[in-house]
């Protein structure tokens, strides 16, 4: 079992952010199973991933983060998981807490908190069979409550919009934290990263952005890739440098 080829599931990784981490797993000799909820555009990123890498061993898996029963059914397929990374996200809408939809807040957190407590449980088992398992939540500075309350910070600025989707990654950071301490004396590594605003279909302003995706996926792939003695429990950007929670 040591001597298995590392494996990756990427959630979310049909296009932005997860698909260039897909990519660059792969790049780095990585066997990716490339999670996408539709089983169409999954396809597509996996021939994609296939065509342009040499060597590339990428795999679709049908996985929608908010269906458990579906969740089970695509972790029965999996017998040895190395590196978990929770890519999926969603961003309903920019209101503020007074403005808020009870509706889009709970879609929201349905993906982007739940669904990654669903698929983390529901892999558990495999990644225990690792020698050195790795997860990757791919959170937001924006869930970052030092940073939001710190004036000098364009999110303290935006005055509370985003706010289901900024506690959305603030839970997730929580549960980044509890995740590490509860697993690490099994030599797991879970850590958080924030991958700085990238051009990509999660919203207008990321839409709008010039920020590259491979960026902030190689910061995903340097934790996705941690040697023993790395880090555990941190909330770290792109780049490596430390975010306060
Ligand atoms: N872009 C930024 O500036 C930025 C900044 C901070 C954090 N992030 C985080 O980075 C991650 C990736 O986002 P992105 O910017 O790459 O956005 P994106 O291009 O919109 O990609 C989001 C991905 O998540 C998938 N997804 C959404 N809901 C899902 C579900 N229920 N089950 C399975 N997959 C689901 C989407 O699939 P479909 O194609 O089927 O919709 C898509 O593949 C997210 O967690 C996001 O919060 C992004």
Redesign the pocket.
């Known amino acids: 079992m040591e001597n298995a080829p590392t494996t990756a599931l990427v959630?979310?990784?049909?296009?932005?952010?997860?698909k260039e981490i897909a990519r660059q797993l792969a790049a780095a000799g990585v066997h990716v199973l490339l999670a996408?909820?539709?089983a169409e555009?999954g396809r597509k990123a996996v021939a994609e991933l296939n065509a342009d890498e040499a060597a590339a061993d990428v795999r679709l898996l049908v996985?929608?983060?908010?269906d458990p029963d579906g969740v089970a059914r695509a972790a029965a397929e999996v017998d040895r998981l190395d590196i978990l990374v929770n890519?999926?996200?969603?961003?309903a809408d920019g209101s503020t807490a007074p403005d808020a939809e009870l509706d889009a807040f709970r879609r929201t957190f349905e993906?982007?908190v739940f669904?990654v407590l669903t698929v983390t449980n529901a892999f558990l088992p495999a990644l225990r069979r690792s020698p050195a398992p790795r997860i990757v939540n791919?959170?937001?500075g924006t869930g970052s409550l030092a940073w939001s309350a710190d004036p000098a910070r364009e999110f303290a600025l935006a005055a509370g919009s985003g706010a289901a989707y900024r506690s959305s990654k603030t839970a997730l950071n929580a549960l980044t934290l509890f995740y590490a301490q509860t697993l690490a004396p099994e030599g797991f590594k879970v850590n958080a990263l924030a991958?700085?605003?990238?051009r990509?279909?999660?919203n207008a302003l990321?839409a709008a952005?010039d920020?590259d995706?491979a960026e902030a996926a190689a910061g995903a792939v340097r934790l996705a890739l941690l040697p023993d003695d790395g880090p555990t429990g941190a909330f770290l950007s792109w780049d490596g440098t430390p975010v306060p929670w």
């Not at 996985?63 to 908010?66: C, P």
């Open positions: 959630t979310g990784a049909n296009k932005g952010i997860g996408a909820r539709d555009r996985l929608d983060v908010t890519n999926a996200g969603m961003m993906t982007n669904g791919i959170s937001s991958p700085g605003l990238r990509t279909d999660l990321a952005s920020g995706p």
